[in-house]
Nanobody, 124 residues
Framework: QVQLVESGGGLVQPGGSLRLSCVAS????????MGWFRQAPGKEREFVAR????????FYADSVKDRFTISRDNTKNTVYLQMNSLKPEDTAVYYC?????????????????WGQGTQVTVSS
């Protein structure tokens, strides 16, 4: 069983930045592909970014490309999401997720473990 705990959310003005962190329990973290997803009220959970188990491959949703950066530190069992130039439409609960398969995926249904989420609100 893997437990994921997100932190770093909050209220930020448009144009501001936040850095989300997700700490995983267990010793197998370095073998998991990791992803960040978000869900706004009344909307489906959507893909934001993913990173391969070794950190060498990343991929982003078009809506966040060039503004968000996903990274990981396998020595700390932690994956990060640096969010810059935030917009009101980025407001959502952000979730990190772990996929135990070697294949990467953008689909929420393909991830095996989820955190509880952290709220990000972008508003003036």
């Amino acid at each position: 069983q893997v437990q994921l705990v997100e932190s770093g959310g909050g209220l930020v003005q448009p144009g501001g930045s936040l850095r989300l962190s997700c700490v995983a329990s267990g010793r197998a973290f370095s073998s998991y592909n990791m992803g960040w997803f978000r869900q706004a009220p009344g909307k489906e959970r959507e893909f934001v970014a993913r990173i391969s188990w070794g950190g060498g491959s990343t991929f982003y949703a078009d809506s966040v490309k060039d503004r968000f950066t996903i990274s990981r530190d396998n020595t700390k069992n932690t994956v990060y999401l640096q969010m810059n130039s935030l917009k009101p439409e980025d407001t959502a609960v952000y979730y990190c997720a772990a996929r135990t398969s070697l294949m990467q995926s953008d689909s929420p249904g393909k991830y095996d473990y989820w955190g509880q989420g952290t709220q990000v609100t972008v508003s003036s």
